[in-house]
């Protein structure tokens, strides 16, 4: 029975009782009844709940801003208004811990006592512990009525994404020569490159249409084509093994550390590869978004190509989703040719060193990086199967190394 | 490439030519406005920003850089634009074996006797279709011309005719087979505009529009021509840019400087070239005076694709768009100090 | 930053903190007071302990819990017990006729002697409740489950002692149940608050607009309620009584449908159900209290003590009050409420047309400074006005036409943000295009400023 139905049957009761104390107990809940009832109907009305990311990107390690503002646009005053904002797993808010709410989910709660049209602003910060895309809201919002009893419940549907990217530390080659960066001599397949120009010569049956120098052809009344130097700035895709050694392809069984440390290596080459201004592009066998089971940034230049690969590899899920074999594959299908293929794992490479041993003789240069404790037994066994094959290592545990060593 | 050569229509041009001397008669900047955005209109629904942006990079003797995606109509916007001015139009379109004679010309042998054929830069308004396809020997071919409006062909220089303005196009979402445009390049251009999604209503008309046969650049008149364009060149550079304004327009820029996401701010170049188009920008709103107001609405479009981002900030999602909001917000604008001021 | 804060606002807002579990206390007295009362009624004794006397007991109570409780750990059951029962005991000897029959030859019969005074280990056992540490999910201990049945069940059987000892009962037990609405509502109130804000940051004391129309609530009961209670009585029977015969004939007149014809049989149960209760509960001649009823189901019996009554408001009025008074001074000078670390921004925004407080002394300040003489001028002392007005004082970063047009869309601003607009362009014709203004145009900015000055000053002010 609500609170008003039972303060007006105690006023009728006790109205034929004659006991007018039993009467002010009646209209008191009356009245509480009533107060219940204004507050439900209108508690929620100009109620203005919005989050604030300034930045949806982090490094690991990062403190990310968020504020969380509350606006009581009414002249309503509430006792409370808590906010529950479901927050995805692995949320760290530094102020504050998360608890678990009635649903189960796992929130940020906040509460406010406000007053009529007062605006309240919090600053918080979400740790960026590990990488990942992590999201929080919708939130659940409850008032309470003047006696702070609960009075109205209600919704804000927002949601804010942020990625916390991989770190990315300096990369210390201790390589004679520089391998990467199209820099590795291709044994064929080398391109014209169009940006060299380099004359003309006399046309020669097979030459493309395009390639002919038509000025040149009309002025010296046979025809000539262009000729360029051969490409010597190429693409170079990183191909990142996500497998680490624990079960087969497709299982979700990964030695966490090792995982996380093959993603600040990869961040650490396309990092460095970009700011030696190559052209740089990311593989991996590994779920990224949705249903696909490879995740591919083609080789690129532009100022956001660094972004796009770490974004991927915030995405990247910790184990494979398919054969790394299968990866390489694609890859030589989709780049161009001559690009530089430069396989980070830290893994024993016997089941896909046919498949590379396969694509360097298509004329694609490869360059192993053994990672991991076990690098030396990794690159041994490449360096076998006569692929160029270094160790790589990160100068301590992927949350504080501060640079990855590319040994010889 | 055809040269569109007219005379202006709808200009009231006697009184700009007599604007040499000290006491022109006054120049309506919004009848110029008005003429040049009616006549792009017959062919472009929407798109009144940027067509603003491509005047005001006309009048401040600058460049423009339209930057969107496919589809949106960056191409048809300055082809339109050229048409209206009525000025000797040429377009090249980027590709990656585009070579820099294509661009400058080159001589034949006539008669035994060498022949320079001038190339498509020898024209008032060059458009560059898809510039980030060139390559960038070629893009820096056109660097020469954008900066000294010469070209140095065959150890001789030729001047370019004036006016000059080049409007170039690049989509920034594809990046396979393209060559970004460096950064001394990029402080060559006056403004970086976006068209933008039209709305509802103009999508329609757009629709509408190419229901009919006729080809939309086909009904745009011709409403400028040289000589009206370097006149009101003159003029908007007597615009006039107060002390209080000028202090803000540096501080502005300066402030890029110091800014923590930035690895590169805004150079003197971008000085000049925010002043100058402030100048050209009041002229078009029909003042004779810059305001504060003008510095916020062309410092994102002037100085926007001038200043590097750090890298680390980079990878935290710092972008030179936010850059340049935060420091708008944190720069104060004149009246600076008003309650002490009086 | 933080103002630290004195001695006086920290006594105060200790006093506010405790102030919740106070009220509880006094609630709990209250309504065991009422059923104390019902015994001593009923047993035709007089009244010898108040809602007070055994508020202390519930505090004796909690007090000692949260000492004991935690230093005798497993064995602080069985001490509870002993303590209560010493409690019971206390009570029941704090009257003389305990002592007397103690006294007498047969001291055994004692025991059945002031049965009323065992409340107090009641009371003590309540306050024991209040030891325990609130519950995690946020459930807040309440007088007011337990209190109000307790509070109605006692009138309803008191209706069914003899005189005097009725009169006795009603008129010690009322004055106990308004204790009882007031400290109960506002305890249940401040307890949530509390404990909600402990749970997720906030204090209810920074709410003044929100504890105000609280106090204002509850006074409001208390002055409105009280007296109605006695009027209502009669009117509620006359409306019942009367209203299913013009229901009956509006039927007739329209015709009954199924609706109708189930509120007038609900109506007609309800009557019914009344009418068998008042006979079996009710005073009714001849009964117990034969010699002092008045009236029957007919109306009130009950004569109010009206100076005990309006007494006893008064004094929860002016506690009302005093309680407001604290919170102000508290409200006032204590440092921003700290939840943790998180760093928080509190504004009253009232969006478009926003409006806040502005100490009066600033405006006079102002307004001996220079009069403006000229356009330029004019506009500038604008800002000066504007500026005493946060959300209408210009941002450094927004230019003169920017803050024109924001005042124009807002609210309150509206009004003469058309006349900022032309100060503006004044202002930048002037001292950015370098442009003479006649003396016509100068006179007319000068009077926007005038408007402008006599607007602002004239604003609502809210807080």
């Not at chain 1, 690009?339 to 694609?364: F, K, M, N």
């Not at chain 2, 010469?150 to 393209?178: D, H, K």
């Not at chain 3, 047309?353 to 403006?372: I, K």
């Amino acid at each position: 029975m609500s609170e008003v139905a039972l303060g007006i049957f105690l006023v009728v009761i006790a109205s034929f009782l004659g006991v007018p104390a039993i009467i002010l107990l009646g209209l008191v809940l009356v009245a509480t009844g009533a107060v219940q009832e204004v507050w439900g109907r209108r508690g929620l009305d100009g109620i203005e709940y919005r989050r604030h990311l300034p930045s949806p990107h982090g490094i690991v390690g990062d403190e990310i801003a968020i504020d969380i503002s509350v606006w009581n646009r009414k002249a309503l005053p509430l006792a409370w208004l808590k906010a529950d904002d479901e927050a995805a797993a692995g949320v760290v808010v530094r102020e504050r811990d998360l608890v678990r709410a009635e649903s189960g989910e796992s929130v940020l709660r906040n509460a406010w006592t406000l007053a009529p049209y007062e605006r309240v602003v919090r600053h918080f910060h979400v740790l960026a512990e590990r990488r990942g895309v992590y999201r929080i809201g919708p939130a659940q919002l409850a008032v309470g009525d003047l006696l702070a009893r609960p009075a109205a419940t209600g919704a804000s549907p927002g949601i804010d994404v942020w990625t916390v990217r991989p770190r990315s530390v300096a990369v210390r080659a201790v390589v004679s020569d520089q391998r990467w960066g199209g820099e590795l001599k291709a044994r064929r397949g080398l391109l014209d490159d169009p940006t060299r120009y380099a004359g003309i010569r006399p046309y020669q049956p097979g030459d493309p249409l395009r390639g002919i120098h038509w000025r040149a052809t009309a002025r010296l009344g046979h025809p000539v084509s262009k000729r360029f130097d051969p490409a010597r700035q190429r693409e170079v895709v990183v191909a990142l093994d996500i497998e680490t050694g624990i079960g087969p392809a497709g299982a979700d069984r990964y030695d966490d550390e090792l995982v996380e440390s093959l993603c600040v290596a990869a961040a650490s080459l396309v990092r460095q590869l970009r700011a030696e201004g190559a052209t740089v592009g990311l593989a991996a066998a590994a779920h990224s978004e949705g249903t696909r089971t490879m995740a591919y940034v083609a080789p690129g230049g532009s100022e956001g190509q660094l972004g796009r690969c770490l974004d991927l590899l915030a995405r990247l899920s910790s184990f494979p989703s398919a054969p790394f074999e299968r990866l390489l594959a694609m890859l030589v299908r989709s780049v161009s040719p001559a690009t530089s293929l430069v396989v980070l794992s830290a893994r024993d490479p016997s089941p896909y060193l046919p498949a590379l041993r396969g694509i360097e003789r298509s004329g694609y240069p490869v360059w192993h990086l053994g990672f991991g404790p076990a690098a030396p037994a990794l690159i041994a066994r490449a360096r076998a199967a006569a692929i160029a094959s270094s160790p790589a290592q990160l100068d301590g545990p992927w949350r504080t190394a501060t640079a990855l060593l590319v040994g010889p | 490439m055809a040269p569109d050569e007219g005379s202006s229509a709808n200009l009231p041009t006697t009184s700009v030519a007599a604007s040499g001397s000290d006491q022109a008669p006054p120049i309506d900047g919004r009848a110029v406005w008005s003429a040049l955005s009616e006549a792009v209109a017959q062919a472009v629904v929407g798109g009144e920003e940027a067509l603003r942006l491509l005047a005001t990079a006309l009048l401040a003797d600058g460049h423009a850089l339209i930057e969107d995606v496919p589809g949106i109509g960056k191409t048809l916007l300055a082809r339109a634009f050229a048409r209206a001015l009525g000025l000797h139009t040429a377009r090249i379109q980027g590709t990656p074996d585009l070579l820099p004679i294509d661009i400058s010309g080159s001589s034949l042998i006539e008669g035994g006797v060498f022949r320079f054929v001038p190339g498509p830069v020898f024209t008032n308004v060059l458009l560059v279709d898809e510039i980030n396809r060139a390559t960038p020997r070629t893009q820096s071919a056109l660097l020469e011309a954008m900066q000294e409006r010469q070209v140095s062909v065959e150890g001789e220089t030729r001047p370019l005719p004036e006016p000059f303005i080049l409007l170039a196009t690049q989509n920034p979402i594809e990046y396979e087979g393209t060559f970004s445009l460096p950064e001394a390049q990029l402080d060559r251009f006056l403004v970086r505009l976006q068209v933008g999604y039209p709305d509802a209503g103009a999508e329609r008309r757009i629709a509408r529009r190419y229901q009919a046969d006729a080809e939309p650049l086909d009904g745009v008149p011709r409403v400028l021509d040289g000589p009206t364009a370097l006149a009101l060149r003159d003029r908007v550079r007597r615009i006039r840019v107060s002390d209080e304004v000028e202090s803000y327009l540096t501080s502005v820029v300066r402030a890029t400087r110091d800014h923590p996401d930035i690895r590169l701010g805004a150079s003197p170049r971008a000085s000049v070239a925010l002043y100058r188009a402030s100048q050209a920008w009041a002229f078009l709103a029909g003042r004779a005076f810059v305001r504060p107001d003008d510095i916020k609405a062309l410092a994102r479009p002037v100085l926007g694709h001038r200043l590097l981002i750090d890298p680390d900030r980079s990878m935290r999602g710092a972008t030179a768009q936010a850059v340049v909001e935060s420091v708008l917000a944190e720069v104060p604008a004149p009246p600076v100090s008003a309650v002490q001021d009086a | 930053m933080n103002r630290r804060p004195g001695p006086l606002v920290t006594a105060v807002g200790r006093a506010l903190d405790v102030l919740p579990t106070i009220l509880a206390l006094i609630a709990e007295g209250s309504w065991i007071a009422v059923v104390y009362a019902l015994l001593r009624g009923a047993s035709h004794e007089w009244i010898e302990l108040g809602p007070v006397v055994l508020a202390g007991f519930a505090g004796a109570g909690l007090l000692i819990g949260r000492v004991l409780a935690p230093r005798l750990g497993g064995r602080w059951p069985a001490w509870a017990v002993v303590i209560t029962v010493l409690a019971a005991a206390a009570g029941w000897l704090n009257a003389a006729t305990t002592w007397s029959a103690l006294l007498s030859p047969t001291p055994t019969a004692a025991l059945g002697v002031n049965p009323g005074g065992w409340i107090t280990g009641l009371a003590f056992l309540r306050g024991l409740g209040y030891a325990r540490p609130s519950s995690p999910d946020g459930a807040v201990r309440s007088p007011m489950p337990v209190g109000l049945p307790a509070v109605v069940v006692s009138f309803l059987i008191g209706g069914l002692i003899a005189e005097p000892g009725r009169t006795v009962f009603r008129d010690a037990a009322l004055v106990s149940t308004i204790v009882f609405v007031a400290t109960a509502t506002l305890a249940l109130a401040l307890t949530r608050a509390s404990t909600l804000g402990r749970a997720s940051g906030f204090d209810w004391r920074g709410n003044r607009t929100w504890f105000g129309l609280l106090l204002v609530f509850v006074t409001g009961i208390l002055v409105v309620a009280v007296p109605a209670s006695y009027a209502v009585g009669p009117a509620v029977m006359v409306v019942i009584a009367a209203l299913p015969v013009p229901l009956f004939f509006l039927g007739l007149t329209v015709g009954l449908d199924r609706r109708l014809l189930r509120v007038l049989l609900v109506l007609l149960a309800v009557v019914a159900v009344l009418v068998v209760i008042v006979r079996l509960i009710g005073p009714h001649p001849g009964g117990p209290d034969a010699g002092g009823a008045t009236g029957g189901a007919a109306g009130p019996t009950a004569t109010p003590d009206w100076l005990t009554l309006v007494g006893g408001v008064f004094v929860l009025v002016l506690a009302a009050i005093a309680v407001g008074a604290l919170a102000a001074i508290w409200m006032r000078q204590a440092p921003a409420p700290d939840d943790g670390a998180v760093a928080e921004e509190r504004t009253i925004d009232h969006g478009v047309g926003s409006t806040s407080r502005t100490p009066r002394r600033f405006h006079l300040r102002l307004r001996r400074q220079r009069e403006p003489t000229d356009a330029s001028s004019a506009y500038l002392a604008t800002l000066r006005e504007l500026a005493a007005d946060p959300p209408l004082e210009r941002r450094a970063d927004e230019t003169p036409a920017e803050h024109a047009r924001r005042l124009r869309s807002s609210g309150a601003g509206a009004r003469f943000g058309a006349a900022v607009d032309l100060l503006a362009a004044d202002y930048e014709l002037v001292r950015f295009g370098a442009s003479a203004l006649t003396p016509g145009e100068h006179r007319r900015a000068l009077g926007r400023w005038r408007r402008i000055r006599a607007l602002v000053h004239r604003r609502p002010t809210a807080g």
